[in-house]
């Protein structure tokens, strides 16, 4: 296998893991309530962490791909890419993250359903509002 199909697979493989685990919550409630609870939590952006991952996944393998001759050639330059892969997705993790607030409504129908906000929420814990398009807002 060359160097540079052995780099292209390895990339491949940390596109596969990186897009595998993204998530995206939404919320399709709407009515009035009142909020339960509000925390604070950082969202990560998985075109950053997949970006970080493949590009540390390269650099890794062709680091890697310079130490020893023949089967340790391959085992330094597989051991680089996992390693460069998994360092670059966590450093674009950091870089990519924005901070989101899930406000938890206890809606009239008694039924608890969350909300995630990108902007501060002008609301807290005990107030009445009103849910529509994902905004909450106070009654």
């Given amino acids: 296998m060359t160097r540079f199909?052995?780099?292209?697979?390895?990339?491949?493989?940390?596109?596969?893991?990186?897009?595998?685990c993204a998530t995206s919550p939404?919320?399709?409630a709407?009515?009035?309530?009142?909020?339960v609870s509000i925390h604070e939590s950082q969202q990560t952006n998985a075109g950053a962490q997949a970006v970080g991952t493949i590009g540390g996944a390269v650099v890794g393998a062709l680091l890697g791909s310079q130490?020893?001759?023949?089967?340790?050639?391959?085992?330094a330059?597989?051991?680089?890419?996992?390693?460069g892969s998994m360092a670059?997705?966590?450093?674009?993790n950091r870089a990519g993250a924005e901070t989101v607030w899930d406000i938890t409504v206890r809606f009239d129908?008694?039924?608890?359903r969350t909300v995630r906000v990108s902007e501060?929420?002008?609301?807290?814990?005990?107030?009445?509002?009103?849910?529509?398009?994902?905004t909450v807002t106070p009654q």
Avoid: Y
Wanted: glycine fraction near 24%; aromatic fraction near 0%; charge should be positive.
């Fill in 5 to 20: 199909a052995r780099v292209v697979s390895l990339a491949a493989a940390a596109l596969l893991l990186a897009t595998g």
């Fill in 120 to 134: 501060k929420p002008t609301v807290r814990a005990g107030d009445r509002v009103s849910v529509a398009n994902g």
């Fill in 30 to 35: 709407s009515g009035t309530g009142t909020v």
């Fill in 26 to 28: 939404g919320s399709a």
């Fill in 77 to 83: 330059s597989t051991v680089g890419g996992v390693g």
């Fill in 88 to 92: 670059g997705g966590a450093i674009a």
């Fill in 67 to 75: 130490i020893g001759a023949g089967t340790g050639q391959i085992i």
């Fill in 109 to 112: 129908d008694g039924i608890d």
